[in-house]
């Protein structure tokens, strides 16, 4: 199964020729071990280099004070403080971490050590330090030289600088790094201390602003209080005013009770009235003046009524015996008419009375209106001048008030300001460190070997994604879409006996897994023409150096050992190669004949493998492609292929010259060898469409010079012959062939 991404295949290849397939972790797996170097040199490369630097550099120290920031506002003023600390905590803080990383605060600390001549900041010094900074340069310094000296001296002691607030509390870490521990002790605790003096001068600084606002607000409410009781005086004196308090009580009580008084005097007038409009209704009608309830209710009319009703009644009775002119009766009715006129003169003057008392009520309640009235002017009129009282009251009050608060806040923040206390404490003093923070050596190998680890997978997978040449079984189905007769793995050959090392490897060593992965190959090719004989096949490559020679010189022994009278025919013209795998003269051969100076049975040669007769190339032609095109050339495929079982054509890459393609013409199927890891994929297709567009059919592809050894992909297809008990030859010395 190919390794490579399914998104890197549609890359490289139409749509209509990609399959997606299911990627597992051995094919990653064998990418990586196929390209391994490449894995252990980034490796080596990152962690030697990374030691070495690690090793090599100065060592770095931190030191580290922790203090801590309590927010606390200046008693100055609670109404609008001089100098006030942000609102919320949060913003109190952040201005606090800022202060203790500004640039004014560096500057005290590095004046107060004299840092400028300090080892740890000067280069001259023989110890060097953590940065270089300033060179000294002969003659006089301009200021710019200085100011520019010191801006550089505070911009490197700040990078060294680090505060960290602790998370959730007021404490904060306060570092210095540098190359000399003791040094940078040193300077990070009086960078502490530098803070708290710092803080203590703005409170106090804030102290005496306020001292000197305040005493100017002072002065000025002074005067302001003083006007303000002068124009209050003034006006009571105007006014007549010794306590319009109690005046208004006065005005107001007296107003209550005529309001009181008044009341029941028209309550009173009212009763009279009705009285009095009442007799005066009655005195028309006689009868009806006695019902009055004031006259029913006379003990003496009363009295007087029942003397004159006993007396009429007398009077009735003595009339039938005496007559009206009798003394008797003449007596009686004397009393009885002075009865009657004692009854009236009584009824007349209690009726006198109620319109006499009717009089007095009427003009008491005149008065009483009167007398109200003129209260309520004199209480509108005190009410106006209580205004004006009041305001200028309330304006005096408020002065001495506001006068009486300053002076208060004069005197505490006298005394805040001579009390020399901070809200800022220091919790830990920096102590020498014993061991440096940078470089951290472990930490820094084991970073740079997972960084190389992770750059050489990284390049081998880009590598991989680059590569578009032919590497497995899986690339010749899927990227050239034709059979895969078998798989040739990068010799071994014996080291020892016979010089040169030889090709054959199928004939030196049968029992070897090179041996059987020839014979493989050579089952596939008798598979490929089972329902057809093809008798004349042609082994072509794409481009040259991809060891076709090899494997028709293999694939003609491997044919040859199963009985079959085998020919290989040598019709590479530029290049040839038969003679020398075989060891045979090279003349005459294919190309004498051609012409006609020889016969065939000149020019098939007899090899030490049984069954197996080659036909070598003879001498070059300098037109081999006319020469291979020629009839003379069809005359000898006809023959060949009548007298021999099998005819295997070894000819110069499709892709260089024309040759092969012109002998497909005449072949009954091509096989193309595929050079594994160096076979473009695309330089191959190119070349079957060429083969195949002369109508000469592909039997199938054979990948040559396969490595096992370095975990490629073809470990699958030989593996199960050393497993089986190929291979038993020891002693094998590997050895590069084409």
């Given at each position: 199964?190919?390794?490579?991404?399914?998104?890197?295949?549609?890359?490289?290849?139409?749509?209509?020729?990609?399959?997606?397939?299911?990627?597992?972790?051995?094919?990653?797996?064998?990418?990586?071990?196929?390209?391994?170097?490449?894995?252990?040199?980034?490796?080596?490369v990152l962690v030697t280099t990374v030691t070495i630097y690690s090793f090599k550099?100065?060592?770095?120290?931190?030191?580290?004070?922790?203090?801590?920031?309590?927010?606390?506002?200046?008693?100055?003023?609670?109404?609008?403080?001089?100098?006030?600390?942000?609102?919320?905590?949060?913003?109190?803080?952040?201005?606090?971490?800022?202060?203790?990383?500004?640039?004014?605060?560096?500057?005290?600390?590095?004046?107060?050590?004299?840092?400028?001549?300090?080892?740890?900041?000067?280069?001259?010094?023989?110890?060097?330090?953590?940065?270089?900074?300033?060179?000294?340069?002969?003659?006089?310094?301009?200021?710019?030289?200085?100011?520019?000296?010191?801006?550089?001296?505070?911009?490197?002691?700040?990078?060294?600088?680090?505060?960290?607030?602790?998370?959730?509390?007021?404490?904060?870490?306060?570092?210095?790094?540098?190359?000399?521990?003791?040094?940078?002790?040193?300077?990070?605790?009086?960078?502490?201390?530098?803070?708290?003096?710092?803080?203590?001068?703005?409170?106090?600084?804030?102290?005496?602003?306020?001292?000197?606002?305040?005493?100017?607000?002072?002065?000025?409410?002074?005067?302001?209080?003083?006007?303000?009781?002068?124009?209050?005086?003034?006006?009571?004196?105007?006014?007549?005013?010794?306590?319009?308090?109690?005046?208004?009580?006065?005005?107001?009580?007296?107003?209550?009770?005529?309001?009181?008084?008044?009341?029941?005097?028209?309550?009173?007038?009212?009763?009279?009235?009705?009285?009095?409009?009442?007799?005066?209704?009655?005195?028309?009608?006689?009868?009806?003046?006695?019902?009055?309830?004031?006259?029913?209710?006379?003990?003496?009319?009363?009295?007087?009524?029942?003397?004159?009703?006993?007396?009429?009644?007398?009077?009735?009775?003595?009339?039938?015996?005496?007559?009206?002119?009798?003394?008797?009766?003449?007596?009686?009715?004397?009393?009885?008419?002075?009865?009657?006129?004692?009854?009236?003169?009584?009824?007349?003057?209690?009726?006198?009375?109620?319109?006499?008392?009717?009089?007095?009520?009427?003009?008491?309640?005149?008065?009483?209106?009167?007398?109200?009235?003129?209260?309520?002017?004199?209480?509108?009129?005190?009410?106006?001048?209580?205004?004006?009282?009041?305001?200028?009251?309330?304006?005096?009050?408020?002065?001495?008030?506001?006068?009486?608060?300053?002076?208060?806040?004069?005197?505490?923040?006298?005394?805040?300001?001579?009390?020399?206390?901070?809200?800022?404490?220091?919790?830990?003093?920096?102590?020498?460190?014993?061991?440096?923070?940078?470089?951290?050596?472990?930490?820094?190998?084991?970073?740079?070997?997972?960084?190389?680890?992770?750059?050489?997978?990284?390049?081998?997978?880009?590598?991989?994604?680059?590569d578009n040449t032919i590497k497995s079984p899986e690339d010749v189905e899927q990227?050239?879409?034709?059979?895969?007769?078998?798989?040739?793995?990068?010799?071994?050959?014996?080291?020892?006996?016979?010089?040169?090392?030889?090709?054959?490897?199928?004939?030196?060593?049968?029992?070897?897994?090179?041996?059987?992965?020839?014979?493989?190959?050579?089952?596939?090719?008798?598979?490929?023409?089972?329902?057809?004989?093809?008798?004349?096949?042609?082994?072509?490559?794409?481009?040259?150096?991809?060891?076709?020679?090899?494997?028709?010189?293999?694939?003609?022994?491997?044919?040859?050992?199963?009985?079959?009278?085998?020919?290989?025919?040598?019709?590479?013209?530029?290049?040839?190669?038969?003679?020398?795998?075989?060891?045979?003269?090279?003349?005459?051969?294919?190309?004498?004949?051609?012409?006609?100076?020889?016969?065939?049975?000149?020019?098939?040669?007899?090899?030490?493998?049984?069954?197996?007769?080659?036909?070598?190339?003879?001498?070059?032609?300098?037109?081999?492609?006319?020469?291979?095109?020629?009839?003379?050339?069809?005359?000898?495929?006809?023959?060949?292929?009548?007298?021999?079982?099998?005819?295997?054509?070894?000819?110069?890459?499709?892709?260089?010259?024309?040759?092969?393609?012109?002998?497909?013409?005449?072949?009954?199927?091509?096989?193309?060898?595929?050079?594994s890891g160096e076979t473009v994929r695309e330089t191959a297709k190119r070349a079957?469409?060429?083969?195949?567009?002369?109508?000469?059919?592909?039997?199938?592809?054979?990948?040559?010079?396969?490595?096992?050894?370095?975990?490629?992909?073809?470990?699958?297809?030989?593996?199960?012959?050393?497993?089986?008990?190929?291979?038993?030859?020891?002693?094998?010395?590997?050895?590069?062939?084409?």
């Amino acid at each position: 199964m190919t390794p490579q991404w399914g998104f890197l295949n549609k890359l490289m290849l139409p749509k209509e020729n990609i399959q997606e397939k299911e990627i597992h972790l051995r094919d990653y797996a064998q990418v990586i071990l196929r390209r391994k170097w490449i894995l252990i040199v980034s490796f080596i490369v990152l962690v030697t280099t990374v030691t070495i630097y690690s090793f090599k550099t100065t060592p770095i120290y931190q030191a580290t004070t922790q203090v801590m920031i309590n927010k606390e506002d200046p008693n100055v003023i609670s109404f609008e403080e001089v100098m006030s600390l942000d609102s919320t905590d949060q913003m109190f803080y952040q201005t606090q971490y800022k202060i203790l990383a500004s640039r004014s605060l560096a500057m005290r600390v590095i004046n107060s050590l004299n840092l400028k001549d300090n080892p740890e900041f000067n280069p001259d010094e023989e110890s060097g330090g953590f940065f270089g900074l300033v060179v000294k340069k002969p003659g006089p310094e301009k200021e710019s030289d200085k100011d520019n000296k010191n801006s550089e001296l505070i911009d490197t002691y700040l990078e060294r600088l680090e505060v960290e607030p602790i998370r959730n509390s007021s404490l904060v870490n306060i570092s210095f790094e540098g190359v000399h521990k003791d040094i940078v002790t040193t300077i990070v605790n009086k960078h502490a201390e530098e803070y708290i003096t710092r803080n203590l001068e703005m409170r106090f600084a804030a102290s005496q602003d306020a001292v000197k606002w305040l005493q100017k607000q002072l002065h000025e409410k002074r005067e302001m209080v003083e006007k303000a009781e002068n124009a209050l005086q003034l006006y009571k004196e105007k006014e007549g005013i010794v306590s319009i308090d109690d005046r208004q009580n006065i005005i107001v009580q007296k107003l209550e009770e005529l309001n009181t008084t008044l009341t029941e005097a028209r309550t009173e007038r009212m009763g009279l009235e009705t009285l009095y409009n009442l007799s005066k209704k009655y005195s028309e009608r006689p009868g009806m003046i006695e019902s009055i309830p004031e006259v029913m209710k006379n003990p003496l009319i009363q009295d007087l009524k029942i003397k004159y009703v006993d007396l009429s009644t007398e009077i009735k009775k003595l009339s039938d015996k005496y007559g009206k002119n009798h003394p008797v009766m003449i007596r009686n009715n004397s009393k009885a008419k002075e009865l009657k006129t004692r009854i009236d003169a009584e009824v007349n003057k209690i009726i006198k009375s109620i319109e006499t008392d009717y009089r007095v009520a009427l003009s008491k309640e005149e008065n009483l209106s009167n007398a109200l009235e003129e209260q309520k002017k004199v209480a509108l009129n005190l009410n106006r001048k209580a205004i004006a009282y009041g305001t200028l009251k309330r304006d005096s009050e408020g002065e001495r008030a506001m006068y009486e608060i300053l002076l208060k806040r004069l005197k505490e923040t006298d005394i805040t300001g001579e009390l020399q206390t901070s809200n800022i404490r220091v919790v830990d003093l920096a102590e020498v460190p014993r061991s440096p923070i940078k470089p951290r050596k472990k930490l820094n190998i084991i970073l740079g070997a997972i960084v190389g680890l992770g750059l050489g997978i990284g390049l081998i997978f880009f590598l991989e994604y680059l590569d578009n040449t032919i590497k497995s079984p899986e690339d010749v189905e899927q990227y050239l879409d034709v059979p895969l007769l078998g798989v040739l793995e990068k010799v071994k050959v014996q080291a020892g006996g016979k010089s040169p090392p030889s090709d054959l490897i199928t004939h030196e060593m049968p029992k070897s897994v090179f041996a059987e992965a020839a014979r493989n190959i050579r089952t596939g090719v008798m598979f490929s023409f089972a329902d057809k004989p093809r008798k004349l096949i042609l082994i072509t490559s794409a481009t040259q150096g991809e060891g076709k020679t090899f494997v028709a010189s293999n694939l003609a022994t491997a044919i040859a050992q199963t009985g079959k009278n085998t020919l290989l025919v040598d019709t590479d013209f530029r290049k040839p190669r038969i003679d020398k795998v075989f060891n045979i003269t090279r003349n005459p051969g294919l190309s004498n004949h051609l012409i006609g100076e020889t016969d065939l049975e000149s020019i098939i040669k007899s090899t030490c493998v049984p069954n197996l007769s080659i036909a070598t190339c003879g001498f070059m032609p300098p037109n081999p492609s006319e020469m291979l095109g020629s009839t003379n050339m069809d005359e000898f495929c006809k023959t060949v292929k009548e007298r021999f079982d099998m005819v295997i054509f070894d000819s110069p890459p499709a892709m260089t010259v024309t040759d092969a393609i012109v002998l497909s013409r005449i072949m009954d199927g091509f096989i193309i060898v595929i050079k594994s890891g160096e076979t473009v994929r695309e330089t191959a297709k190119r070349a079957i469409s060429q083969l195949t567009s002369n109508r000469c059919e592909i039997l199938g592809a054979v990948v040559n010079y396969v490595d096992i050894s370095r975990g490629s992909y073809y470990y699958q297809y030989y593996s199960h012959y050393y497993k089986y008990g190929y291979g038993s030859e020891e002693d094998l010395k590997e050895t590069e062939k084409i």
